[in-house]
């Protein structure tokens, strides 16, 4: 058994850069995901850091340009704890693909998706020590682990705007569900993103430097970007499309998983719910007649503004196939799109259509 | 003529109560919606206030009680100037009527909504010379403006959470697009709210209160709420269904508005977008056969986060009658929905279904 324990909890995409995502089983009901089995999106192999020799910088337009050891960073800054889902931008892609094929790019599922409890520090309060310059736009995170897929092949890195930067939630995370952060997620320190698509909290965190502009590292300026569907993604060049940041509201179906032929009569139908950045869960529809009409699910209780949202309800489903679909609203009142189809874009990002499930009953 | 000016640039909804809504060619291609045609949602008579007798009164969960006059409310605290777009939650509520009847409420077309650059000072600045306490969760805003359609009948409020109140763009402005507040518009000052549905941004503002809750105030427990398809609004009461505040994603066709038949050949198609809170508008579609393909409008020069996104195109039009198709993307990926008949619910709100024109080409 490797560092990721039960892999029978995780569905492989690739082995090598690892890239797995949980199973739907394994999500179920649990508001947060085991360190075993939390997706792992990977561009390059994941390094090992010794935590002792670990320096972070921080530089860019700042007055004070630091250098801080992970004893440092624990003692100089208030300890922060929230629960925060990741989400990859690709999840979910799978339901694209189903539409056109999109070569190259792994087949997510909806586990591509994980929940945590995280500690560390406040990235705003770092920035709030080093006293940012009024010219300042962006904070770009850059860690060692190189990406063999990007254009040259690089580092990975990325970079979030100011405010969100400012806004406390973001943190520079050294523990994870009460325990020390695995390498396979980060350690020593990683950044979490709360709400934001995965690939801005980079782990392995090594330089956090303030500029005007976005990073133009590959996974900012040209990967990770929202294209027309016509757009062809090798040609489209760096800052085509729409950088992907706050997550648009999503959902899927965890139970049943369509593993197994269940009994007719009342059955549990449970999933997730989320949306990103300021927006929360304000409903969940269930339908078992593909939308022409719809019950409400009963939503879990929170666990805070940037983790997801369980959801519940029991349909009675007669003997025979049945189609479940369930959509999610935000709290701005955004719903998921009815059709992939109409979301269907050249790197297959944020499919948010209506979760769909087949179940057989006896 | 009356203090609307231009009548014929608005459309009349109700004289008294006034509500009307901005013509489409009184809207397009400008930034800031003149005074004299920018929308009016109301639900009492407009009170006219004297601006010398006017006083603020901020308490609630604060430790310095305040009581404002104009004078101070300008003398005390930095002077702040944003554009920011005001929507009804009600915005385009005709397409929802198409699908099902709404009786007692307006059929708004797309000009429930305007734009203007405001000017006042950060609510967050009065909140701080206020100290708000440990336990505050949110921030209401009452007025004197008698509402009759509420039940019991009572002077209009809303709130907002303490996060929105606390962030900087929250103005209290006395002027609007350089002008002193019309009386039509909240004089001598007002909530805006950027980002929030209008019913949020108070109008003839008396007092502002810091509490526990959210307001108890009919527009903010029982209206402004989007309830499923089926719920009884007369019977849901208070807290049911979501309380609307950030808006979706939104857009409507201005140009052509379908009054003229046009020549066929190019013609200029073009509009607005919104997102409401941190979304910006990253990307608008246009398609001429009902969304089998699409084209990318140009985007015009942005106002700020807090302006509407004008856009416009050509498309090569043939003789006889085109249906021309529009949706828009926010910064966080999230699309308008295809049908107007997904979205349907029993108070008409937050249609954001693609935008339909129907133009006749000779």
Not at 29 to 53: A, C, K, Q
Not at 272 to 288: H, K, L, Q, T
Not at 291 to 317: C, F, H, K, M, N
Request: some cysteine; aromatic content about 8%; charged content about 20%.
């Amino acid at each position: 058994m490797g560092p990721w324990g039960k892999r029978d909890s995780m569905i492989i995409h690739q082995a090598e850069p690892y890239n797995a995502e949980t199973s739907r089983a394994a999500l179920a009901g649990h508001m947060l995901t085991p360190l075993d089995v939390f997706y792992g999106r990977n561009h390059g192999p994941i390094p090992e850091i010794d935590p002792g020799s670990w320096r972070l910088t921080v530089d860019g337009l700042v007055r004070n340009q630091l250098e801080l050891s992970l004893a440092d960073l624990q003692a100089r800054y208030p300890h922060r704890t929230l629960t925060a889902t990741l989400q990859c931008a690709g999840n979910r892609r799978a339901g694209l693909m189903e539409i056109r094929d999109i070569p190259g790019e792994a087949p997510w599922g909806p586990g591509a998706t994980s929940t945590a409890q995280w500690a560390g520090v406040s990235l705003a309060d770092v920035l709030e020590t080093a006293a940012v310059e009024p010219a300042a736009g962006h904070v770009a995170f850059a860690a060692p682990d190189m990406a063999l897929d990007a254009e040259p092949p690089q580092t990975f890195g990325s970079s979030i705007g100011l405010r969100k930067a400012l806004a406390g939630e973001v943190l520079l995370a050294w523990a994870m569900n009460g325990e020390q952060l695995p390498a396979a997620h980060g350690a020593p320190v990683r950044v979490v993103v709360p709400g934001y698509i995965g690939a801005r909290s980079v782990k392995w965190l090594q330089r956090i430097t303030v500029q005007e502009q976005p990073s133009e590292n590959y996974f900012q300026a040209v990967a990770y970007r929202l294209l027309p569907p016509g757009a062809d993604p090798d040609s489209a060049g760096p800052g085509a499309g729409l950088a992907l940041g706050a997550i648009a509201v999503n959902a899927d179906i965890l139970r049943p998983d369509g593993s197994t032929v269940l009994p007719a009569g009342p059955t549990e139908i449970a999933g997730y719910a989320f949306a990103g950045d300021d927006r929360g869960i304000a409903r969940v529809d269930v339908s078992a007649d593909n939308g022409a009409s719809w019950i409400q699910a009963e939503l879990y209780e929170s666990d805070g503004p940037w983790a997801w949202q369980l959801w519940r309800t029991v349909l009675d489903l007669p003997p025979g196939e049945s189609l479940i679909t369930a959509r999610a609203w935000d709290t701005a009142a955004a719903v998921q799109p009815e059709s992939a189809a109409e979301l269907w874009n050249p790197k297959g990002y944020v499919n948010n259509s209506w979760a769909r499930m087949r179940v057989c009953l006896r």
